[in-house]
Nanobody, 116 residues
């Protein structure tokens, strides 16, 4: 059974930083593309950043230059380093894994709140 567990969310002032972590179990983590998504109140879930098994990354325009996605295959963990946070970054952040064997799996989400 695939499990994704996010951590690291919280309340931060504008301009601050947070690092989110997503620990994955039950899958061959190293070969699977991973992604971070977010959903603000009243809005649809949107892509934040993705990383391939080879380490290639992609970012939403709204976070380019501020957020960095990375992975540690030895720890089965993907990270999202968020710098220069803005109030509009406030959302629930979700980790997603795409697997040829188990399909798409989501974590339970972690709340990020940025105060102005």
């Amino acid at each position: 059974q695939v499990q994704l567990v996010e951590s690291g969310g919280g309340l931060v002032q504008a301009g601050g930083s947070l690092r989110l972590s997503c620990a994955v179990s039950g899958s061959i983590f190293s070969i699977n593309p991973m992604g971070w998504y977010r959903q603000a109140p009243g809005k649809q879930r949107e892509l934040v950043a993705t990383i391939t098994s080879g380490g290639d990354t992609n970012y939403a325009d709204s976070v380019k230059g501020r957020f960095t996605i990375s992975r540690d295959n030895a720890k089965n963990t993907v990270y999202l380093q968020m710098n220069s946070l803005k109030p509009e970054d406030t959302a629930v952040y979700y980790c997603r894994q795409t697997s040829l064997f188990s399909g798409i799996s989501w974590g339970q989400g972690t709340q990020v709140t940025v105060s102005s």
